[in-house]
């Protein structure tokens, strides 16, 4: 989708406490509505995620990567849960750089920056 | 403090800690003497014992420690042999050496006259040895590169890789590279598939078949490859490894071809790719080594000690706790307030400081191994004394306790450990007659449980005479000779004061005095102990002890117009009391909870409260090591961070409180104890 297509408004998309398989169709459903929406900027609250399975994180890290590439600005609001945190550290989704976390850090060489709020 | 105390205070703590340290390498090299390394080590302990001393001025320990060192030497070079006799005159050497510097021991020229006689007294050569029989084991590090991509099912057959690579994060420190170039797009992508790929880099002391053991049931469907990608040569803290190195340790790459690129001023990396002698992805996968390399080094580099004296750790504790206290009352007052910034402001800072509580409790937890080392030394002389054969194993060195904790439950440990060897483990011969191995084993183990610490110690002896005890308890009164108790009731009993069913009394113990001091010292800390016991068997003490006695998580319940705190690593559930089934059992309250019927008690009537009962309670379930019981608040209002205070000498009797906490608006909150309450249940 071109940039000057897109709507000039933004989404915001609340993430569950708990994030598994089981209700990974329905992500699936949700992501792919905010991207064809069109919207120019995503905020995806992952402040109350306390556990999201490896099945999970995937369809994340595709959505993340597709929002990229439709050069829609994705911003993830934490702060991230301390069972979550290292969750993500271990699969190595999250990278610490000094006071930063920064999820998907393989992406580009950059990765998303993990808001406070 | 003047700066030449200062350096002595120093020469004294760290030679209590090499004292410390030598008396487990001593016991070590005792029950293993052809090991060479602690053979080493015994012998660079009193060396740096040696030239410390001598560097403060310390004579007599100079001159005994290089006596000592001398014959240490004479060991190492096979001159003489390590047996138990020279273990005991290193041991008491050990000790003497304690007692010069805690200046603990009048008589301690005549010790050091004895022990010096008796190594000057020419030794049996040792036999020559035909080979090195011991092999050290490495505890050296080395890097391992794994690549582990899952096949796509794996999530079908209930495997989680992320499991695997937390196993992994286990042995040492980790770098986790995630490739998603399987990746497809969002649309495509099937729930139950896996696409992901890693590439670790695990910097370790663990052998390779340990790391491939961790991929032992999915290596037959994933692709795993575990190669070794340093040696010394990286984990050697003086220099990290640079890129062109590891392309050429890796042979993608010549040291020619590095070294020509090398002559231009881009980086090394951009230049191989560009002149296309190695691939980007070869190169960002030397990178993620590098930087993994860099992660061990600069870990290796941080982990270094220092010295804090324990007033000054619990001064900055003290503070993290008035902190905390602010905190609260910072919370309490922005709520009281709609402002957005300051909200913003108090919760950063809640964040804050609650990292900083956890920082500054953790800088106080001490594995427990240190103290379990210390009862090696006692279970050794003691069966030696007593002419009993003893093993002492440990388990679970590596949890930590609160210090102040730690240094409590010495003394009980002692009283409890005196007692299995003089009571509990039999003579050799006695329990040869039974069947039984002639060394007796006693068990010594220590494991987290929620926001306690279990420490167990077991005996494999004679067990406790469960009529014995019934007899002793009817003739001293404490029980009519009709009553009817359960195994737990009677053996509290051994808890009380004065007593005792040791037919006589030896130097060890049998005085009854021991036991109730345990118990005492275990309610102190807030924590609770089990007997367990099978005549002819075994005998069990199990010690449930708070994680620490500083800050806890709490759950705070008001009753009237008053906040208690109950400690949240005790309570199970809160539920309503319209909603709970109750009852009444003889003069026992019971409520119906998950299939169990609990005995509950008010707070309200328990404190005597006059005002009128709400209409709607709540009922907290709590449990304790042995029990599990409802009490009655009005209402419970939630979790809270618990600066513990001590109350006072004054209210030492008071055994339904264990300390009080002071609330976000300056009242204060009684903590109750969940322990001692039991007694009115």
Redesign the interface.
């Given at each position: 989708m071109n940039q000057t297509m897109k709507k000039n408004k933004g989404a915001s998309l609340n993430l569950p406490s708990e994030i598994r398989i089981s209700n990974n169709t329905i992500l699936i459903k949700k992501l792919k509505t905010v991207i064809e929406n069109g919207y120019s900027k995503i905020v995806v609250d992952i402040s109350k995620t306390e556990e999201i399975d490896l099945s999970s994180l995937q369809i994340l890290n595709s959505f993340y990567k597709e929002c990229l590439a439709e050069n829609i600005d994705v911003d993830f609001k934490g702060p991230l849960k301390d069972k979550i945190k290292k969750q993500l550290l271990s699969s190595g989704f999250l990278e610490i750089r000094g006071q930063h976390e920064i999820l998907f850090p393989f992406l580009g060489n950059k990765g998303a920056e993990i808001g406070n709020r | 403090m003047e700066i030449v105390d200062q350096i002595k205070q120093t020469f004294i703590d760290e030679t209590e800690d090499l004292l410390s340290e030598l008396e487990g390498m001593l016991l070590d090299l005792e029950s293993n003497p052809e090991n060479k390394s602690h053979l080493d080590a015994v012998f660079r302990l009193m060396h740096t014992i040696k030239g410390s001393s001598g560097m403060v001025g310390e004579d007599k320990i100079y001159k005994f420690a290089h006596k000592v060192e001398d014959v240490f030497d004479s060991v190492r070079k096979g001159e003489i042999p390590f047996n138990s006799e020279l273990a005991n005159i290193a041991l008491e050497a050990r000790d003497i050496i304690l007692s010069i510097l805690n200046n603990s021991d009048p008589d301690v020229d005549n010790r050091i006259k004895i022990v010096e006689e008796k190594i000057s007294m020419p030794s049996q050569p040792a036999e020559k040895k035909k080979e090195e029989v011991s092999v050290k084991k490495s505890n050296y590090e080395k890097t391992y590169n794994i690549k582990f991509y899952p096949d796509q099912d794996i999530?079908k057959r209930g495997s989680?890789?992320?499991l695997i690579?937390?196993e992994l994060?286990g042995f040492g420190t980790l770098t986790?590279?995630?490739?998603?170039a399987m990746?497809?797009?969002?649309?495509e992508?099937k729930?139950?598939k896996?696409?992901?790929g890693?590439n670790i880099f695990l910097t370790t002391t663990k052998e390779y078949n340990e790391i491939k053991d961790v991929f032992l049931f999915v290596e037959t469907d994933c692709e795993v490859s575990i190669e070794e990608v340093s040696h010394g040569k990286y984990s050697d803290d003086d220099e990290i490894a640079k890129i062109g190195e590891i392309l050429i340790d890796r042979g993608v790459v010549t040291p020619d071809a590095v070294n020509k690129v090398l002559e231009g001023k881009k980086k090394i990396g951009e230049e191989l790719v560009e002149k296309h002698i190695v691939s980007q992805d070869d190169v960002e996968s030397a990178l993620l080594e590098q930087e993994h390399l860099k992660k061990v080094h600069s870990k290796q580099s941080a982990t270094q000690n220092i010295k804090i004296s324990t007033e000054k750790l619990d001064d900055f504790v003290n503070l993290v706790g008035e902190l905390v206290t602010l905190q609260a009352q910072l919370n309490q007052h922005t709520l009281n307030t709609n402002n957005y910034e300051l909200t913003?402001i108090a919760e950063?800072l809640q964040?804050l400081t609650e990292e900083l509580r956890d920082s500054v409790l953790g800088i106080r937890m001490i594995p427990v191994g240190q103290t379990f080392g210390v009862f090696r030394r006692l279970v050794r002389d003691l069966s030696a004394e007593l002419g009993k054969r003893i093993n002492l194993v440990t388990y679970g060195e590596e949890t930590e306790l609160d210090k102040t904790v730690l240094d409590k439950i010495k003394e009980p440990l002692v009283h409890i450990i005196r007692n299995s060897i003089d009571h509990g483990i039999e003579s050799p011969e006695t329990r040869k007659k039974a069947g039984k191995n002639e060394a007796g084993t006693i068990k010594l183990s220590a494991q987290h449980s929620g926001g306690h610490v279990i420490i167990t110690v077991e005996d494999d002896g004679k067990g406790i005479n469960r009529e014995k005890v019934r007899e002793k308890a009817i003739a001293s009164g404490q029980i009519s000779a009709d009553e009817v108790l359960t195994d737990q009731t009677l053996y509290n009993l051994v808890f009380q004061s004065g007593f005792s069913t040791a037919e006589s009394v030896s130097k060890v113990s049998g005085r009854g005095v021991g036991m109730d001091v345990v118990k005492k010292e275990i309610d102190n800390l807030q924590g609770s102990v089990v007997l367990s016991s099978e005549q002819g068997k075994h005998t069990k003490v199990i010690i449930s002890l708070p994680l620490t006695l500083a800050i806890i998580d709490g759950l705070l319940v008001k009753v009237d117009k008053d906040h208690y705190i109950l400690p949240l690593s005790s309570v199970e559930a809160c539920i309503d009391r319209n909603d709970a089934e109750e009852k009444k059992e003889g003069n026992k309250n019971i409520i119906h909870y998950r299939d169990l019927f609990l005995p509950y008690l008010s707070v309200r009537e328990l404190l005597s409260y006059k005002s009128e009962q709400p209409l709607r309670e709540q009922i907290v379930v709590v449990h304790t090591e042995n029990t599990k019981y409802g009490l009655i608040v009005d209402e419970v209002i939630g979790d809270y961070q618990t600066v513990i205070k001590n109350l006072g000498k004054v209210f030492n009797n008071a055994k339904t409180f264990s300390g009080a906490t002071i609330l976000g608006d300056g009242t204060i909150a009684l903590i109750l104890n969940i322990n001692n309450l039991t007694r009115v249940l």
């Open positions: - | 999530f989680n890789p992320l690579i937390q994060e986790v590279d995630v490739d998603d990746l497809p797009a969002l649309e992508i729930n139950d896996c696409y992901l890693w913003n950063s964040r």
